[in-house]
Structure formats: C-alpha cells, structure tokens
C-alpha cells in the first residue's frame, strides 16, 4: 500500500482541478454542458482519464445518473455539444 500524499498536496490537487473544470465552462461549447450534463460528462472523463472502456450499458444501469432513457438523451446532448 502506498502511503498518502499529504493534506496540502491534496488541496493543492484540488485547486488545479478545479480551475481546470472552470477554464472548461469558458470554451465555446461549454454553454450546451448544463448541470445536469456535468455528472455524466465527468463519469465519462473520468473512465477515458483512467483509461478504462465505458461501454453504454454501464452507464444505463448508473442510477444515480437517471433513468436509462434520460441518460441516452444526454448522452446525445454530449455528442451535439461535441
């Protein structure tokens, strides 16, 4: 087991991370990614960051995302968004 990274490390981490999210919301598509997109999107970045195959079907059964036909149009919506 690897020892954690100290507290300021995190928190710095963090901080990045959450610039990064806000630069995004600057770009020109940003505006069609609404709130209720973002869960989905970052379930999405975070499968693709860890290199890990997301197949739709795991996404459907996500409930926390909603229902299987409210997360296919939003999954649609991403894809317009580009």
């Known amino acids: 087991m690897s020892p954690r990274p100290p507290k300021k490390e995190l928190v710095a981490l963090y901080l990045r991370y959450r610039s990064l999210v806000d630069g995004l919301k600057d770009l020109p598509n940003a505006t069609q990614v609404t709130e209720e997109l973002e869960p989905l999107l970052i379930t999405i970045t975070q499968a693709w960051h860890a290199s890990t195959?997301?197949?739709?079907?795991?996404?459907?059964?996500?409930?926390?995302?909603?229902?299987?036909?409210?997360?296919?149009?939003?999954?649609?919506?991403?894809?317009?968004?580009?």
């Not at 195959?53 to 317009?80: D, F």
């Open 53 to 82: 195959p997301l197949p739709v079907r795991k996404l459907l059964i996500n409930e926390a995302l909603g229902s299987p036909a409210t997360i296919h149009k939003r999954i649609h919506q991403l894809h317009e968004a580009g």
